[in-house]
Structures are given as structure tokens and as C-alpha cells.
């Protein structure tokens, strides 16, 4: 099926767990998207760079037991079971939830909520996906993760700090503003030209 060839869109909001004020998108994505493509468009919206390994996953009950189902990139030495998420749709696994999470990075371990607000049909001429709203920008890659990060923002309101230099170079962006996001900004890659990559 072509990605042109659906007639709803999922709508999703993306939040940053633990982060205050709360970083957070609102997209939305084609029904017919796949894992891997939903993947692109959260890394794309939040302002990730998509340097490192990512997972979705949900606790899945069959009677009294539960165990938790992972989507991602499968583990080439098989020590857990990862669904390709390229082979997995997203509307067959959000028909029967509304949340998931979603991790970026296992090291720094950067967890979001992936929460389904709601189906819409698809607005002729407008292209998706396309991110609608959000708060604050991301955190910069490999900054410790959220408490990693909000220690570095302090540091940066203190020219005079032993490590503040080093990390305007680290960070590479003189305005760099964690309360600034526009969503108009936001462009969206070709999941099927990342997934190259990694294929």
C-alpha cells in the first residue's frame, strides 16, 4: 500500500517523561504508517537527531500473565525479541491501545509517552505528517539525560562556570533557547531513505 492511500490521520501527542516545564509534540501521521515510519516523524518533530536506538513497547495481558512487547530495531544476538517496526502498523497495535512508550537512546534513556488523542480524515492538500503544536525545545544529544540536561541549563546561566565554555562548544548553537519551539520549523524526513541506514 502506497502512503498516499489512506483516509484518516492518528493524531498523537509525544511527551518527554519527567521534563518541567513539559516538552512535548502534537502530530499527525498517516493511518497506514508503520513503526518505523512513526519513529522518523517523532525524531523529526521533537528535534532528535536519531543517532541511537530506539523502542517502542507495551505491557501485553493474556490472562493473569503480562509481558512487555518491544518494536524497534531487532537485537541481531536475539537476547530479547524486538518486532522490525517497519514491519508493524501502527493502527493495528493503537486500535488496541491508546498509549505506548517510546524510548530514544539507551544510554541517556529518554522516555516518552506516545499518546493516540484521536482519528481524524485526512484534510485534502494537506501534507502529512506535520506537527501541529508543541512546548520547549529538545534537549541537546548526550546531555545526561533529563536531570543531565537541566544541570547543564544552569551552568549555561553562568558564563563565569568552570564548564560553560566547553559546553557552548559542545552544544554548537550561541542561540540555543530551551523555551523555543515552532512548530512551523519542523521538517519531516523520508522514512524509507533513514531506514536504508539501518537495513
Request: negative net charge; aromatic residues 14%; charged residues 30%.
Amino acid at each position: 500500500m502506497k502512503k498516499e492511500n489512506y483516509q484518516n490521520v492518528y493524531q498523537f501527542k509525544i511527551v518527554l517523561k519527567d521534563s518541567k516545564p513539559s516538552i512535548w509534540r502534537r502530530i499527525q501521521v498517516p493511518e497506514n504508517y508503520s513503526f518505523w515510519d512513526l519513529h522518523v516523524a517523532i525524531q523529526d518533530s521533537m528535534g532528535w537527531e536519531d543517532y541511537h536506538l530506539h523502542e517502542f513497547r507495551t505491557v501485553i495481558s493474556r490472562g493473569k500473565l503480562s509481558n512487555i512487547q518491544h518494536i524497534g530495531i531487532p537485537d541481531p544476538d536475539g537476547f530479547m525479541e524486538v518486532l522490525p517496526g517497519w514491519k508493524e502498523k501502527i493502527k493495528d497495535w493503537f486500535s488496541k491501545f491508546e498509549k505506548m512508550n517510546y524510548t530514544y537512546d539507551f544510554g541517556d534513556s529518554w522516555e516518552h509517552s506516545v499518546i493516540l488523542e484521536k482519528i481524524l480524515p485526512k484534510e485534502k492538500n494537506k501534507k502529512y505528517p506535520i506537527c501541529i503544536d508543541g512546548k520547549m525545545a529538545c534537549p541537546f544529544e548526550d546531555s545526561g539525560a533529563i536531570w543531565g540536561y537541566y544541570e547543564k541549563l544552569e551552568i549555561l546561566k553562568n558564563p563565569k562556570h568552570s564548564e560553560y565554555d566547553e559546553i557552548m562548544e559542545w552544544i554548537g548553537d550561541k542561540d540555543y533557547n530551551p523555551e523555543e519551539f515552532n512548530p512551523n520549523e519542523v521538517i519531516f524526513d523520508n522514512p524509507k531513505t533513514r531506514l536504508k541506514l539501518v537495513k
